[in-house]
């Protein structure tokens, strides 16, 4: 697993906001992801998904090291994630040289508390959660799929916002509508 060394909200200086992060750009192998079982199904909007991920891959490689300690034998250490048996040499996290992993943000809306400490609240559960919600619990249709020379565009539905968001949503909306009247 890659992970972003710099981004500009920090401005470039190295030091990250906090040591597990992952975000930006991410790179993972593909018997990785689906050891993970892949994304959460759960965040919408922006935030929380990348820690979300990063949580839940920072829970396997403590799996790996524990079994690798239990079973030092052997170089390669097989367990049963998702009903997937892998064997594993270890699931590393690396960060490349500064010069090649310098990105911009992309300018977004700050959350507001509320919804900081929902995102928060799921990414604390995602080493509990990441064997039920992913990819196997994803429904999707595709619309789509436009092959260009460079990258194929694939335009997918994941159907309705969950109840859960679009009643916080609706809350956030009636609060923040009454804090302009006061205002």
């Known amino acids: 697993m890659k992970i972003i060394s710099e981004f500009d909200k920090v401005s470039f200086t190295r030091l990250l906001p906090y040591h597990k ?13 689906l050891l993970v079982n892949g994304y959460s199904n759960l965040f919408w909007g922006w935030g929380g998904e990348d820690d979300d991920m990063g949580y839940s891959y920072q829970h396997l490689i403590d799996i790996s090291k524990n079994l690798s300690i239990q079973n030092s034998s052997s170089l390669w250490v097989e367990f049963v994630v998702n009903n997937y048996i892998l064997e594993q040499v270890g699931l590393p996290i ?7 992993a310098r ?13 900081h400490a ?8 995602s080493q509990k959660r990441y064997r039920a919600d992913g990819l196997n619990t994803l429904k999707y249709e595709v619309f789509r799929v436009d092959t260009e020379k460079l990258y194929t565009r694939i335009l997918v539905g994941v159907g309705d916002m969950p109840e859960y968001v679009r009643s916080f949503e609706v809350s956030r ?3 923040s509508s009454q804090n302009k009247r006061w205002k």
């Open 118 to 125: 929902v995102r928060l609240k799921l990414v604390h559960t």
């Open 173 to 175: 909306r009636s609060t």
């Open 21 to 33: 992060l992952v975000g930006g750009v991410f790179n993972i192998r593909p018997d990785h992801y």
């Open 94 to 100: 690396t960060r490349p040289p500064e010069r090649l």
């Open 103 to 115: 990105y911009t943000m992309v300018k977004h809306v700050k959350r507001k508390p509320l919804a």
